[in-house]
Each structure stands twice: as structure tokens, then as C-alpha cells.
């Protein structure tokens, strides 16, 4: 009994192990499992991302960039099924092209879910876009590797 359980631990393991790539991602930047993103999910996103990215003005709303990034809602879940909770962060008076840095920056430490938040926290003044990037964070995630 004990050895089919040692077994099963390690077959468990192995499955939720992902299998490494001979490929190298570009800019340094991990890809996320495989996952199924629609071409236009990503269009819309990439769009989005490239309009925060010509934006220099901070922001000076306090009640839009003051606010945790926790208040966004619960979880973010991805298509691997993995799900990422929402950092207790604050965009505070950071442009959104700052925003997409900090995006770009947490996606090369691999920290998707952060990566997504400092996108949506760019979206802070369009509650129905940031509201779909929570529900598409694949295609974010996507986008973010090619853009900027």
C-alpha cells in the first residue's frame, strides 16, 4: 500500500511538471503553458496594451489608482487551470505606459497573474475593458509578448 502511494506521488508530480522547451522564448520572457487563446481575444488585448503604452500621464484619480489591485475581484484563472489571487498592490500615480513595464517586469519573473493585474491596474478608468482582461488573462499574457 505504502509503495502505490510513493507512486502516485510521483506520478502526480511528474504530471503537473511542465515539459521543457529546446525553444527559446523571446526577450527572456517565460511562455505560459499551452493554453487555447483566440486570435482576435489577443488582437483586443494587444489594442488595449498599445494604447496604455503611449500613455505618459500619471494618474490623479484616487479613487481609480489609489485602489488594491484585490479589489479587482478574487482570482485570475488561466487557461492551464492554474489561478493567480490579486496582489495587494496600488497603481498609485504611475502612468499607464508605467503600468505596462511593471506588466512586462513581472511577466519576465514568470509572475503571470501580477502581469495581467498591472495591465488591467492600466485599465483602471475602463471598468468594461479591465473587467474582460480578467476574463481573458491567456490572451493578455499573449499580447504582453508582443508588444512594447
Known amino acids: ?10 506520478v502526480g508530480a511528474l504530471s503537473i511538471t511542465p515539459a521543457l522547451s529546446s525553444a527559446d ?6 511562455t505560459p503553458p499551452s493554453a487555447v ?3 482576435s481575444d489577443v488582437k483586443k488585448a494587444l489594442h488595449e496594451i498599445r494604447k496604455s503604452w503611449g500613455d505618459f500621464n500619471g494618474c490623479d484619480r484616487e479613487n481609480l489608482c489609489g485602489v488594491y489591485f484585490d479589489t479587482y475581484g478574487v482570482a485570475l484563472t488561466f487557461g492551464d487551470g492554474s489561478i493567480a489571487p490579486f496582489a495587494h498592490v496600488r497603481r498609485q500615480t504611475l502612468s499607464q ?3 505596462i513595464i511593471n506588466a512586462r517586469e ?3 519573473h514568470g509572475d503571470r497573474g ?5 495591465v488591467m491596474a492600466a485599465k483602471a478608468d475602463n471598468a468594461p475593458v479591465r473587467s ?3 476574463d481573458h488573462p491567456d490572451a493578455v499574457v499573449a499580447a504582453l509578448h508582443h508588444c512594447c
Open 114 to 118: 501580477l502581469a495581467v493585474q498591472w
Open 106 to 108: 513581472a511577466l519576465e
Open 97 to 99: 505606459h508605467d503600468c
Open 132 to 134: 474582460w482582461m480578467s
Open 37 to 39: 487563446v483566440s486570435a
Open 1 to 10: 500500500m505504502r509503495a502505490s502511494l510513493c507512486a502516485l506521488a510521483i
Open 25 to 30: 522564448p523571446p526577450s527572456g520572457i517565460e
